[in-house]
């Protein structure tokens, strides 16, 4: 059966919100039943919804009613009329009534009496469900309450289910005499047919763009607390890797990269993270032009949008569910030296350094650097003290050993980290009455973070309704409120067990915390120690972990009213309004205790006078410790009206939209910092401070003298500030308008026009005018596919137009920076930054979009496959100039890029189960192709090494990277050729003229770097299985990325043992006996001549290749049975069990490195879960 | 039908103005340059710390000294012919061009003219606040755009030769900040009309004060002995004289070494950077200049006379006690005193008593000789440690009285661009044209009066993206 023959809408029909009257008055005599539904349409706003042929069986309708309820009068037309008639929402379904008179008229005796119920996927109960004995003519329906009777024959006889809007099955009576039937509405029906591009519902049949919808259904698969994870493998030509989210590939080298967030129907400024994954209907994801362009200048990037949850059914609905989802500790000893190896290896170094007599005053060094406060490791200090025979060799071994026993990252491990549980739990209820639908959700979170002490908590509630005014007005609204508390360590280096060296201990066997010292300061210079004036410098991991803490509080919310008007048959009016709140604060606590707060005191300790007659004075205050605090507003509204216009004349449907929006971003912020601040006692001593005199001070004068107190100095400054105050504002207006003939051709257009304060003296750049057209052909509903039954929806469409994007940091307007001061006159300077550039306009990106949906073999195989070509001209990037205009560069539309990309989409059903019992398997995988090219870019990189880094480091803007090159990707790497070492174990590099160097490139040798690859995945596929049966099922994700590589593992050269962790590679580093390496060597054997900066990290034998596969997850779960959950009240009991990210499957590189990491492998994570629905 | 129409044109109309009204809003926290205030923080530029300020390889062409910290006998046998291969042995067939990917100078002075100047003459009209204080700011950058182009010209361009300026390509004379634009390169003789434009609308303002706010702002005194230097280079002699005097009757002070010479001072000369008041506009590379400069033997020999103080060692002078290590040259000195800060960029009262006292020499009338022999004699004496210093007898011809001036001047120019713009001004002239020599290891190079290396390339980075920049030599 052709759907779309039997699901004709009547003509006046379209309107997509129809309003609600309780009420209807009719007065009809032998009136065709088409017109007295186009009549209570008009009343009450519903929709009916039927086939052609249907309404020839009607009987002519009487009724004469005043002020009836809609569902009385409905009962009445339909009382004698052979049809069947279920209301869903707003929508009346009306179907074929089962003559059951007839049935049991045909019944013979030795029947066997099948009964049982019908509900769809969600277990809402559906009646009027055509029950159908195969091969007999026997059928009956459903009641109202989804239950059914038949009589069969035989236990092999066959039942077949139909309902409009919903998957045809088949099955075998068998044993069980008491059936439940789950139909599965069908993708092309009644339930997706429209795709919600935020401003209007576009019937799947008008769509000229590419589009992606994913349902609830489907995420609700898996557990994943950000809705963007959850997309993974759903959605073609959507990618997130390493925590970047692009849809179709960069298209921007300096605007925002960031793909506009739309919920429901507005765009959003807070975090897609912060949406509640439990409360999301659906998530379409706009990926061309056709669909995106009607958000003109922000949706270069592509547009998510997000419908939330509202009550479908006439009744309360209660909702529980809670995801507790735990992480292993991850692996932080990858690629790192065992205790006992760094043992050796520093060994290996102080003995030669001490012992061999080719290093000239060794130890008066090392006594030195104790006087000065330097770092020595306790291997060091120990191989000194032999050295200078204070210990024996004996005594020293055993040192030596007693060191290899320990395990500092161990020991972390054990006492610091924790495994990271995050549990999130959901609570909604949802009610739908004739007039209000409303729905209140709490979703709490919390996360231990995997550190002890802290913690990330958040609290979600959203009430959100819509009330049925009258026929003619319905008002939506909403508050959300995003609540979030965080924890966190505030220490530079509590948070890490990298940073000491791996064999000291951390908890002594008696459990207290050892004291040690970090690489600011060494233990074995004991001024701070025996001195009670000042602070001691001696440290612990976990100690720290409590008295240095970052705590943070948000409140993100949102509050929206909008309105559907109906103004006249066809034309609907929407006001839209929406305010947005941001506020966040932090405090970081450094308590007077603290280690940080030690230090700072100390650096600023000075004495006078003679020993032992010292008298001390300190800078900053010695009690109370040190409170640093930002605060952060953000305040943002829009608002939108939007006109509706649909109408059908002849063949022809014909939808209108057109509208304006206002929108405006403010924030601001400041910081500030108490000291001597005392939370017990609130008191704080900030005034009695000298800034001016801490700003005079250079090198500390008692500890630590190779501290650069102005860098100390400009930490504490930099914590008080302000945040720019910054307001932007945009304005639109736009119009769509599509065309569907026949059912058949489709042609749609759109116009936007954006306005930016950001840009612009020169007005004509002001506004751009962007738009799009696209062309749909439903070819199945051609004459010639009538006979074609195994195609079921086929769809060829085809879309062409321009998007934008903006650079909130180009600035058409001349300005000076302010707040520097002439050190030679004393007075303030003013300077321009930047040349005044009225000519900055949008970004463009055009995309040229083909492709198709499909539907084949009974629903059995569906997909789509997308071909784009997406041109950005006019990206923003530096220009170069002749410098006589002052600059020799500027930020205008200077660059183009073309993406080029295919997109598959397939789900075929290996077996279809039909009921519970049943075995069922469906394998659904998505492939996305993306290939990246900037086609024009100013080279900006004057050496190869900013091309290589990426930066331009001293350059007039150092933000902008330096990288960029025509004819490569975006996110190229580029590197140094590295030759591996000389005879002398020198690394050598290539020259562009061939020839090799150990020392740096120069300008001329700019061919001599070398692309190697990129940073972003070219391919990535994605396979789901979902296997079920009983209430079981088994849903696996597979991913696969490639293309992509990455920077890992590049050797740094180290002449002495460092303080903290030391890298594996020492352990393969160049020696007289050891060449066949790639490392230079370590120690007594570094490379005779210095190594240029930099050049062993951007070379090309330290980039690795970024494919892989994976599996992202597996997620077991289980539905109780109905009758089982009817014992606890519920209408569905679902449990699962879902694996994250276990070991990789497959890595291309040899070395185990995990591309998403760029180290140790992503710790494992597991969910337990459970959703309860009433 | 047509009354909807209307209706939607004028609806639609009313959008776009409320959206462009509704986009109008000014930016917070950022100086907008919409006062007078505001414009006159421009003007507070650091002009003592800009490496463009360091005239090294103009003192290198002209013999001064050589390169900064380069050994010499390297640069000369190395098999790569640098920009200081060229300079040192006056290798005309290097391709300085394609060596100069970018020039500071260039950029550096040119961001000064747009981004100070320019933007100050363009926004001072109409910001708010006080008239006067507007006015003067815009007379100060007047002062300043005619003052470095005058210094560009000269550096990338002929001297200003009046039978042939009409015709010799000069530099893009820049009097707008709009980037879109291109700067057009124009003759030697339009660049100096407009510099002199540009110095007679500053006086016509008649609001430049005296005495200036500081020595890196633009006073009276600056702004005559501008136009002294200016004119002095057109050869107008007569009005040179008039500006010099007009400027001298301002600030006439001259600093006097003397006194260091005896106490010993900090070991070396002192001069601070900013508040010296014989400073008339103060611009320089750093304070410590010109710090590790390898005199040449032969500037050491022809100007630094016997008991010239700079030319002493510790414990009064600004030598390196020892044997110069930088250079490579072994009879070379190397200037080592911290303490003393050249006046590198700008202009001090030196410059305007070297230009009197030329002008004074060339008229030749009345006491006029009498009169320039006393200026040379003047800075003579407090250079000259005073034991050995000995007046020279008054001129009797200009030939003599012009030798006498040369001579000083130079002597007092080192590491500033000035012994390289009076060289190449007086070698327009046949009567005073120098021809340089230099020796290096027994080897002599020869720069002719008329060399191209007078003329400095524009940069690779300037001609690539303005297509009238054509090389000038």
Request: charged share 15%; aromatic share 12%; with cysteine.
């Amino acid at each position: 059966m052709r759907l779309t023959t039997i699901i004709l809408f009547a003509a006046f029909m379209q309107v997509s919100a129809a309003g609600l009257a309780q009420n209807v008055t009719l007065s009809k005599h032998n009136e065709a039943l088409k017109n007295v539904l186009k009549e209570l349409r008009r009343q009450s706003g519903y929709d009916f919804v039927y086939s052609e042929s249907l309404l020839e069986k009607a009987i002519p309708v009487n009724i004469d009613v005043k002020e009836m309820p809609i569902e009385d009068a409905l009962k009445r037309i339909f009382g004698d009329q052979p049809i069947n008639y279920n209301v869903q929402d707003k929508t009346v379904v009306l179907t074929l009534k089962a003559a059951t008179i007839q049935i049991k008229s045909t019944a013979a005796t030795d029947d066997i009496e099948v009964h049982g119920k019908v509900m769809d996927d969600k277990g809402v109960a559906l009646s009027g469900v055509t029950v159908t004995v195969k091969g007999t003519g026997r059928k009956t329906s459903t009641n109202a309450a989804g239950e059914f009777s038949i009589p069969v024959q035989a236990n092999s006889d066959i039942l077949v289910f139909t309902h409009i809007g919903m998957e045809s099955i088949e099955v075998r009576v068998g044993e069980n005499k008491d059936l439940t039937v789950t139909l599965k509405s069908t993708t092309t029906l009644l339930n997706e047919v429209k795709v919600n591009t935020g401003f209007q519902s576009i019937k799947k049949e008008q769509m000229t763009g590419a589009t992606v919808t994913v349902s609830s259904s489907e995420l609700e698969q898996r557990y994943q607390p950000n809705v963007l994870n959850n997309l993974e493998g759903r959605v073609p030509g959507l990618v997130t890797y390493n925590g970047k989210t692009e849809i179709r590939g960069v298209s921007t080298l300096q605007a925002s990269t960031a793909v506009l967030i739309v919920v429901d129907g507005l765009p959003i400024e807070g975090s897609i993270a912060d949406i509640n994954p439990y409360d999301i209907e659906s998530v379409t994801t706009l990926k061309d032009a056709a669909a995106a362009a009607i958000y003109g200048a922000r949706a270069s990037n592509g547009v998510i949008v997000i419908v939330t949850k509202k009550a479908k059914e006439k009744r309360t609905v209660v909702e529980f569910a809670t995801d507790v989802s735990v992480t292993a500790k991850p692996n932080i000893d990858f690629h790192l030296v065992s205790p006992s190896q760094q043992v050796d290896l520093e060994s290996s170094y102080w003995n030669y350094d001490y012992l061999s007599g080719k290093v000239t005053g060794a130890v008066d060094n090392t006594t030195n650097q104790i006087n000065l406060g330097s770092a020595i490791t306790p291997v060091q200090y120990a191989w000194y003290q032999y050295a200078q025979g204070n210990i024996s060799q004996t005594q020293l071994q055993s040192q030596l050993n007693a060191f290899k026993k320990n395990n500092f990252r161990q020991q972390y491990k054990d006492n610091a980290m924790l495994d990271d549980v995050l549990q999130q739990y959901n609570f909604a209820i949802r009610t739908n009455t004739d007039r209000l639908n409303s729905s209140i959700v709490v979703n709490y979170k919390n996360d231990n973070t995997g550190i002890i002490n802290g913690y990330n908590k958040q609290l979600n509630l959203f009430y959100k309704g819509t009330y049925t005014v009258n026929k003619w007005l319905d008002i939506n609204y909403g508050i959300n409120t995003v609540i979030g508390m965080t924890n966190a360590s505030n220490s530079d280096f509590a948070g890490s067990p990298y940073n000491e060296p791996d064999y000291q201990q951390l908890v002594a066997p008696n459990g207290s915390h050892v004291l040690y010292t970090t690489n600011d300061y060494n233990q074995y210079n004991t001024l701070t120690e025996n001195n009670p004036n000042l602070q001691s410098l001696l440290v612990n991991h976990l100690d720290e972990l409590n008295l240095d803490r970052i705590k943070g509080r948000s409140t993100n919310s949102r509050y929206y009213v909008n309105m559907n008007v109906k103004l006249l048959p066809g034309l609907t009016f929407n006001p839209y309004f929406q305010y947005e709140n941001q506020q966040s604060t932090t405090s970081a606590y450094s308590e007077q205790n603290s280690y940080a707060y030690r230090l700072l005191t100390d650096l600023y300790s000075s004495r006078t006078g003679t020993d032992p007659n010292y008298s001390y004075s300190d800078l900053l205050p010695t009690t109370g410790g040190m409170l640093a605090t930002t605060q952060r507003t953000g305040d943002y509204w829009t608002a939108r009206g939007q006109l509706n216009y649909n109408h059908d004349f002849g063949k022809n449907s014909l939808s209108v939209i057109a509208g304006t929006e206002f929108r405006q971003q403010h924030s601001s912020g400041t910081d500030g910092l108490l000291l001597g601040y005392d939370q017990q006692l609130q008191s704080q001593s900030t005034a009695t401070v000298d800034f001016n005199a801490l700003s005079q001070q250079t090198i500390p004068s008692l500890v630590a003298p190779g501290y650069q107190l102005s860098s100390v100095y400009q930490n504490l400054a930099n914590k008080i500030g302000v945040i720019r105050d910054t307001t932007n504002r945009y304005a639109s207006f736009y119009a769509n308008a599509s065309n569907t003939y026949d059912h058949k051709y489709t042609i749609f257009g759109s116009l936007r026009k954006d306005y930016a304060n950001l840009f612009g003296l020169d007005a004509k750049f002001r506004g751009r005018p962007l738009w799009s057209a696209g062309a749909g052909w439903n070819v199945h509903n051609e004459e010639f596919m009538s006979d074609v039954h195994w195609v079921n929806f086929l769809k060829l469409r085809a879309s062409y137009g321009v998007t934008g994007n903006i650079n909130p940091f180009a600035n058409s307007y001349l300005t000076a920076t302010t707040g520097t001061t002439n050190p030679l006159t004393g007075l303030p300077i003013a300077t321009i930054a930047n040349p005044a550039n009225p000519y900055l306009t949008w970004e463009r990106t055009a995309t040229l979009n083909i492709g198709t949906d499909f539907t084949l073999i009974a629903g059995r195989l569906s997909g789509s496959l997308d071909w784009y070509r997406k041109k950005g001209t006019d990206l923003f990037a530096n220009k170069l100039l002749d410098p006589s205009e002052g600059f020799s560069n500027y930020t205008v539309n200077n660059a183009s890029m073309l993406n080029n990309g295919l997109e598959l989409s397939l789900n075929y059903k290996w077996f279809n189960p039909q009921v519970r019992n049943a075995f069922g398997w469906s394998t659904l995988v998505i492939v996305s192709h993306n290939n990246n090219k900037i086609t024009s870019v100013d080279q900006l990189a004057t050496s190869p090494l900013a091309k290589v880094e990426g930066s331009n480091a001293g350059q007039e803007n150092p933000s902008i990277p330096s990288s960029y090159t025509a004819g490569y990707p975006v996110n190229s790497l580029f590197s140094f050729q590295y030759k591996g070492l000389n005879a002398e174990g020198q690394p050598q590099w290539l020259k562009a003229d061939g020839t090799l160097t150990t020392l740096a490139l120069s300008a001329s040798d700019m061919s001599a770097v070398a692309y190697s690859g990129q940073l972003d995945p070219k391919n990535n596929i994605a396979v789901t299985n979902i296997f079920q049966y009983k209430g079981f099922n088994l849903n696996i994700l597979m991913v696969y990325y490639g293309g992509q590589s990455l920077r890992a593992d590049a050797p740094d050269v180290y002449e002495a043992p460092e303080f903290g962790a030391m890298p594996s590679y020492l352990l393969n580093s160049w020696t007289p006996t050891n060449t066949h390496t790639n490392i230079p060597g370590y120690g007594q054997y570094v490379p005779p001549a210095a190594v240029p900066s930099y050049y062993l990290g951007y070379s090309d034998a330290f980039v690795r290749a970024g494919d892989f596969i994976k599996i992202r997850n597996a997620v077991l779960g289980y539905n109780l049975p109905l009758a089982t959950a009817r014992k606890i009240g519920a209408s569905s009991v679902n449990v699962h069990f879902q694996l994250n990210n276990p070991k990789a499957l497959w890595l291309k590189n040899n070395d185990g490195i995990d591309p998403e990491t760029g180290g140790a492998p992503l710790p494992t994570s597991y969910v337990f879960g459970l959703s309860v629905r009433y | 039908m047509k009354k909807i129409t209307y209706l939607i044109a004028i609806g639609v109309t009313i959008l776009f103005s409320a959206c462009n009204k509704f986009t109008e809003i000014t930016p917070k926290g950022v100086n907008l340059l919409s006062t007078v205030d505001q414009l006159d923080l421009l003007l507070n530029y650091n002009y003592g710390a800009q490496t463009f300020f360091k005239f090294d390889d103009l003192g290198v062409i002209v013999n001064d000294h050589y390169p900064y910290t380069v050994n010499v006998p390297v640069a000369i046998s190395s098999p790569t012919k640098t920009l200081n291969y060229a300079y040192l042995t006056y290798d005309e067939s290097v391709d300085r061009a394609t060596l100069t990917p970018s020039d500071d100078r260039y950029a550096g002075m040119y961001n000064i003219i747009d981004n100070i100047d320019n933007v100050i003459l363009s926004k001072a009209d109409a910001a708010s606040g006080n008239k006067a204080k507007a006015a003067q700011l815009k007379a100060e950058a007047y002062i300043q755009r005619a003052y470095f182009h005058y210094l560009l010209v000269n550096i990338f361009a002929k001297a200003y030769n009046a039978t042939t300026s009409a015709n010799d390509g000069g530099i893009p004379y820049v009097m707008d900040n709009d980037i879109s634009k291109q700067n057009t390169k124009v003759t030697v003789a339009e660049v100096y009309k407009d510099i002199l434009a540009d110095i007679n609308a500053a006086f016509a303002l008649n609001s430049l004060p005296d005495v200036n706010v500081n020595n890196m702002r633009v006073g009276k005194g600056f702004a005559y002995a501008v136009q002294a230097r200016v004119l002095l280079s057109m050869g107008d002699y007569a009005n040179a004289l008039i500006a010099a005097n007009a400027s001298l009757a301002i600030n006439s002070n001259i600093q006097d070494l003397r006194p260091e010479a005896t106490l010993g001072f900090a070991g070396f000369v002192v001069r601070a950077p900013l508040t010296p008041p014989d400073n008339l506009f103060y611009a320089a590379s750093d304070v410590a200049g010109p710090l590790f400069m390898s005199f040449t033997p032969e500037f050491v020999a022809t100007y630094f006379e016997p008991g010239n103080l700079f030319n002493n060692t510790y414990p009064a002078g600004a030598m390196y006690p020892a044997a110069n290590p930088l250079a490579g040259i072994p009879n070379s000195e190397l200037w080592f005193a911290q303490t003393f800060s050249t006046n590198m960029g700008g202009l001090c009262t030196s410059d305007t008593y070297f230009a009197k006292a030329e002008c004074l020499a060339r008229r030749a009338t009345g006491t006029d000789l009498a009169d320039a022999t006393a200026i040379v004699n003047t800075f003579r004496q407090y250079r000259i440690n005073p034991a050995v210093y000995q007046p020279l007898p008054d001129a009797t011809s200009t030939a003599q009285a012009m030798g006498y001036v040369m001579k000083v001047t130079q002597a007092e120019n080192y590491a500033t661009y000035k012994n390289f713009f009076d060289i190449k001004r007086w070698n327009t002239e046949t009567a005073y044209q120098q021809t340089i020599t230099r020796t290096i290891n027994g080897v002599t190079y020869t720069l002719k009066p008329n060399s191209p290396l007078y003329i400095f390339p524009f940069p690779q980075n300037a001609i690539a993206y303005n297509n009238s920049l054509t090389q000038n030599y």
